[in-house]
């Protein structure tokens, strides 16, 4: 079974510049989630998705942070304007429902670099 | 809110020691516990979990117990090998995984030979 697809890998851009990651899930697995993970620190949640649906966006700093999951499958986060704080690696996970196993299957993560 | 406090870091051993990383937390209710673990270069994986007190959590020789008296979640090895060195993340969840995870700062183990 593939895991949980991420891309790009690394992305550095300046400050005020926008920048999108891309995220595919286990196939099958109705929920999504997005981390932000800063140096140092766990990761901390942005933004879960039911199916296309929204479950908690309450920490997605939604001034500069969009997400969207069209089809209820991919999703893309995007950054617009960046600020030299959202320099940190962002992790996709997705995790199924009602199988009696939820755990969240976590990607490779995108590092970004804002300058 | 709810929150995870993980021994500091760095952890430095010399391979066959005895491994112990304190976990504990702060939540409402009866949350599932979890160890994640993060290889250099690597995405996190899940290590182990426990979604019940007393219930004890074990994987490639690792364990720990969920004691809700002392809201632990410690993480132990009897004998860890250089493969083992990593980043080792306590986390918390509200409904067995599927509501989101709240985790610990992280503890880096380095393991010499």
């Known amino acids: 079974e593939a895991g949980v697809a991420q891309s790009p890998r690394y992305k550095i851009i300046e400050k005020r510049q926008s920048v999108a990651f891309w995220c595919n899930p286990i196939?099958?697995?109705?929920?999504l989630y997005w981390y932000q993970q800063i140096l140092g620190q766990g990761p901390k949640l942005l933004i879960q998705?039911?199916?296309?649906?929204?479950?908690?966006d309450s920490q997605l700093p939604k001034d500069r942070f969009s997400a969207e999951r069209l089809k209820g499958v991919d999703s893309t986060l995007k950054i617009q304007p960046a600020k030299l704080e959202d320099s940190a690696v962002y992790l996709c996970?997705?995790?199924?429902?009602?199988?009696?196993?939820?755990?969240?299957?976590f990607g490779p993560g995108t590092r970004l670099l804002v300058l | 809110g709810d929150s995870v406090t993980q021994m500091e870091g760095p952890v430095t051993l010399s391979e066959e020691a005895f491994l112990t990383i304190n976990c504990t937390y702060t939540?409402?209710?009866?949350?599932?516990l979890f160890w994640y673990v993060q290889y250099p270069g690597e995405g996190l994986q899940l290590l182990l979990k426990?979604?019940?007190?007393?219930d004890k959590g074990s994987n490639k020789g690792f364990e720990a117990t969920y004691r809700k008296e002392t809201t632990s979640f410690h993480l132990e090895k009897g004998s860890v090998q250089v493969s083992d060195s990593a980043v080792y993340f306590c986390?918390?969840?509200?409904?067995?995984?599927?509501?989101?995870?709240?985790f610990g700062k992280g503890t880096k183990l380095t393991v010499n030979p």
């Open positions: 996970a997705s995790s199924p429902i009602g199988r009696g196993d939820e755990t969240q299957y």
């Open positions: 426990a979604t019940k007190a007393d």
């Open positions: 986390a918390l969840s509200k409904q067995g995984g599927s509501e989101k995870l709240v």
């Open positions: 998705f039911q199916n296309n649906g929204v479950v908690d």
């Open positions: 939540a409402t209710g009866y949350p599932s």
């Open positions: 196939s099958g697995h109705a929920t």
